[in-house]
T-cell receptor
Framework: EAQVTQNPRYLITVTGKKLTVTCSQNMNHEYMSWYRQDPGLGLRQIYYSMNVEVTDKGDVPEGYKVSRKEKRNFPLILESPSPNQTSLYFC??????????????FGPGTRLTVL | GENVEQHPSTLSVQEGDSAVIKCTYSDSASNYFPWYKQELGKRPQLIIDIRSNVGEKKDQRIAVTLNKTAKHFSLHITETQPEDSAVYFCAASGFKSGGSYIPTFGRGTSLIVHP
């Protein structure tokens, strides 16, 4: 089944404790991205990746890191989480090949609480 | 960067009525406009999309119109049903100068369909 998976689905942590949220897709998509969703603010892009070893900042990258060592995986890293990073996080992928825009397929979401 | 405005933020209709959600965008480089539906506790899922070379697209009870000159696009749902109740997001995306690709989402419209 074609899908985007994220783990963990729920996470409660404390300020300053490094964490990683994993994202994986099995659709051979080149484009992957991370969003955070906050009430009243919609979806805001954190980082995106056009292909392996190619990553770039989205609209709200501060406090986050990503890596793209393999095509299927795109982990989100919070080196020192703070309470303002409490949010619902979505990973997404898209068959964005040859410069042709296309829809994004979203993972199930990760609800993160930073105390 | 791109700015997407979405209105209204909340829309309440009676079953069987029509619902219209409107979005405006600012960047003329945007050429792909998807609409996503997000049910409570679920991931956003594409319901319809339109590209800048098309003025209107329809899929059963859902239609989208695009006015490139005025930089606005709208979602139309006819004969609404209670299962249409959800949050709807519009988005604008396209390759910008420099090669970046950052889809920008509206803040969402909470559609409530009363039986």
């Amino acid at each position: 089944e074609a899908q985007v998976t994220q783990n963990p689905r729920y996470l409660i942590t404390v300020t300053g404790k490094k964490l990683t949220v994993t994202c994986s897709q099995n659709m051979n998509h080149e484009y992957m991205s991370w969003y955070r969703q906050d009430p009243g603010l919609g979806l805001r892009q954190i980082y995106y990746s056009m292909n392996v070893e190619v990553t770039d900042k989205g609209d709200v990258p501060e406090g986050y890191k990503v890596s793209r060592k393999e095509k299927r995986n795109f982990p989100l890293i919070l080196e020192s989480p703070s309470p303002n990073q409490t949010s619902l996080y979505f990973c997404a992928s898209s068959p964005l090949a040859s410069g042709i825009t296309d829809t994004q397929y979203f993972g199930p979401g990760t609800r993160l609480t930073v105390l | 960067g791109e700015n997407v405005e979405q209105h209204p933020s909340t829309l309440s209709v009676q079953e069987g009525d029509s619902a219209v959600i409107k979005c405006t965008y600012s960047d003329s480089a945007s050429n792909y406009f998807p609409w996503y539906k997000q049910e409570l506790g679920k991931r956003p899922q594409l319901i319809i999309d339109i590209r800048s070379n098309v003025g209107e697209k329809k899929d059963q009870r859902i239609a989208v119109t695009l006015n490139k000159t005025a930089k606005h696009f709208s979602l139309h749902i006819t004969e609404t049903q209670p299962e249409d109740s959800a949050v709807y997001f519009c988005a604008a995306s396209g390759f910008k100068s420099g090669g970046s690709y950052i889809p920008t989402f509206g803040r969402g419209t909470s559609l409530i369909v009363h039986p």
